[in-house]
């Protein structure tokens, strides 16, 4: 099991990046398979970015390509996701899940992951 942990959030303006951390203690967390979904108010909750456990394997949704990067560090139990170019539309909280590989459902869909952070918040204001 995993007990993550996001960090990293906060307020900023539009055209600004940011940066959330999933972490978990413990060792096992770098056999997981690594993703970060968001939530925005009155919005069902949506895929934003996933990464394989070995970390060659990366996957995005569109309307974030080309603005955030995911990666991990496994030698510190960290996922990260770099934010740039942020816009109010990407004003949400901002989950990271984790489950065993490969995911059953794909790496984009939510009913893959067993194991959720509490969120971080982000918002972008313009």
């Known amino acids: 099991q995993v007990q993550l942990v996001e960090s990293g959030g906060g307020l900023v303006q539009a055209g600004d990046s940011l940066r959330l951390s999933c972490e978990d203690s413990r060792r096992t967390f770098r056999w997981y398979t690594i993703a970060w979904f968001r939530q925005a108010p009155g919005k069902e909750r949506e895929f934003v970015a996933a990464?394989?456990?070995?970390?060659?394997?990366?996957y995005y949704a569109d309307a974030v390509k080309g603005r955030f990067t995911i990666s991990r560090d496994n030698a510190k139990n960290t996922v990260y996701l770099q934010m740039s170019s942020l816009t109010p539309d990407d004003t949400a909280v901002y989950y990271c899940?984790?489950?065993?590989?490969?995911?059953?459902?794909?790496?984009?869909?939510?009913?893959?992951?067993?194991?959720w952070g509490q969120g971080t918040q982000v918002t972008v204001s313009s």
């Open positions: 990464i394989s456990w070995t970390g060659d394997i990366t």
């Open positions: 899940a984790a489950d065993m590989p490969p995911p059953r459902r794909g790496y984009s869909d939510s009913r893959s992951y067993d194991y």
